[in-house]
């Protein structure tokens, strides 16, 4: 990563600078000029986000990388809504409908049961308009744009316009500090191997009395650092990593973040399109590439296996068509493959009914029973009395939203930064002839995501 005072981070400045010394009638879009908040987008001569930017020490701060590595987005700081930091996604959708150019970022909880002491810093939902967005199309070279958020208040106040150059050239230049090692030691599990069985037999009772045909059951391990560090430095070794999955980052303060590899995306909109993926059904890597063809095909054969992707896609078919008019299958029960396991997948497509809104979008799809289960009300009443920790942002929806694009993921192979400690977070789905050591190992499995980093 390049020293913060680079020459293309000054060349940015200097036209920040120019740009908010005079007027910005030019700059502003005449629909918008009765809007509560503005915003100015502008090429740059940065080549990369997070090299030529770094990762600044601002929060709020959000990462995001998408599945195929096309879309990167780098949220810093935040424009104040009502006098604080964030929004939910009625307030944010209101806004949006004002100023079409808006985007917001972050994410909601799994549940909307009161959070834990570790979690209470998220709230029930946390979206922010950042005050500095930078978004870049990775299949064009030197795309990276730089879009400035701002109240309209400003506009016609010179002092406002110069306080906010400053703010953005403190944010832009205050680079944070890395420790050279972090040494970790595990200090808590959430559950022991043999009460792990008791659970997964327990829930195997209410799928064989027909309560439920499918429930999600996690697992929580923690990680102490030895000494204080910042939370951007597991993003940082994440980032050299990450191959297969969305990368997603959303740092609170300086000591408090969450980090998601997920696999799996909730929905993506374009244009009024909606996309889906439906991804359940699990297996290990092989040591080969004959060995890891032979697993994927047995996945593929799998009683047990099909039989949750099912429960899934036949959920999330049925809640699209809530939001639709017509629903496609596009990809069926194919392989995903991740760095340790690979996963049955199938994606789904759609035209959504007019005036359908974001939070309409994620509150009729999440969640779907590949975190959740089938029927949700009695799955949930049992995932509540069978983990004994606050899943926070864990499996829940994390992205961005604006009137016309919004991505979210399904928050899973996670880990939340809470000053020293770092908790890991891992789930699988119990189904007919699902066997507790099987899922224990799947856990550990999906953990190795961070347990290898770290």
């Known amino acids: 990563m390049i020293n913060n005072f680079s020459p293309q981070k000054a060349q940015l400045l200097a036209v920040i600078k120019k740009l908010f010394s005079g007027s910005l009638d030019t700059y502003l879009k005449k629909a918008n000029e009765n809007a509560q908040f503005q915003s100015i987008s ?9 090299e030529s930017i770094g990762l600044v020490e601002v ?33 944010a959708c209101e806004l949006m409908a004002e100023n079409k150019h808006l985007r917001f970022f972050g994410g909601q909880r799994f549940n909307q049961e009161t959070p834990d002491s570790e979690w209470e810093k998220f709230g029930k939902h946390f979206f922010f308009l950042p005050l500095l967005e930078f978004s ?15 109240c309209s208040s400003i506009i016609n106040d010179e002092s406002k316009r110069i306080k906010l150059v400053e703010r953005i050239e403190q944010v832009l230049t205050t680079p944070p500090s890395f420790q050279s090692s972090l040494t970790l030691k595990k200090c808590y599990t959430s559950i022991a191997r043999k009460q792990w069985n008791d659970v997964i037999d327990r829930c ?21 650092a030895q000494h204080a560090f910042n939370p951007k430095d597991l993003l940082r070794r994440v980032q050299q990593s990450c191959h297969s999955s969305y990368l997603v980052y959303l ?27 439906s991804l359940a059904g699990t297996v290990r890597r092989g040591n080969t590439k004959i060995e890891d063809d032979e697993l994927a095909q047995l996945l593929q054969s799998s009683a047990k296996d099909l039989n949750e992707h099912r429960i899934v896609s036949c959920e999330v078919e049925e809640k699209l068509a809530k939001l639709c008019d017509c629903v496609e299958v596009v990809v069926q029960e194919d392989i ?37 289960g089938r029927p949700w009300s009695e799955a949930f009443d049992l995932q509540l009395d069978s983990e004994n920790f606050d899943r926070g942002l864990y499996a829940g929806p994390i992205g961005y939203m604006s009137a016309n694009t919004c991505e979210f993921v399904v928050g899973i192979r996670s880990t939340l ?25 799947e856990i550990d499995n999906k953990m190795q995501n961070f347990l290898q980093i770290l």
């Open 204 to 224: 195997l009772d209410e799928i064989e009395n027909q309560n439920i045909e499918k429930v999600v059951i996690a697992r929580k391990e923690i990680l102490k």
């Open 59 to 91: 929060s709020p701060l959000f990462y995001f990388k998408d599945l195929d590595n096309i879309q990167e987005f780098l949220a810093l700081g935040s424009v104040a809504i009502d006098g604080g930091v964030g929004a939910n996604q009625v307030d």
């Open 336 to 372: 995903r493959k991740l760095p340790f396991i690979q996963h049955l997948h199938t994606s789904f497509f759609g035209v959504l009914n007019k005036d359908v809104s974001v939070a309409a979008t994620i509150k009729t799809l999440h969640p779907t029973p590949a975190v959740g």
């Open 136 to 150: 870049n199309n990775l299949t064009d070279f030197n795309k990276v744009v730089l879009t400035v958020n701002f």
């Open 42 to 50: 502008i090429s740059t001569p940065l080549n990369d986000i997070t």
């Open 417 to 441: 930064i809470n000053g020293r400690d770092i908790h890991i977070y891992g789930g699988a789905g119990i189904v007919t002839g699902s066997q507790g050591s099987k899922e224990w190992i």
């Open 251 to 277: 740092q609170i303060d300086d000591d408090t973040a969450f980090l998601s590899l997920s696999p799996e995306r909730l929905f993506l909109i374009e244009e009024g399109k909606i996309f889906v993926d």
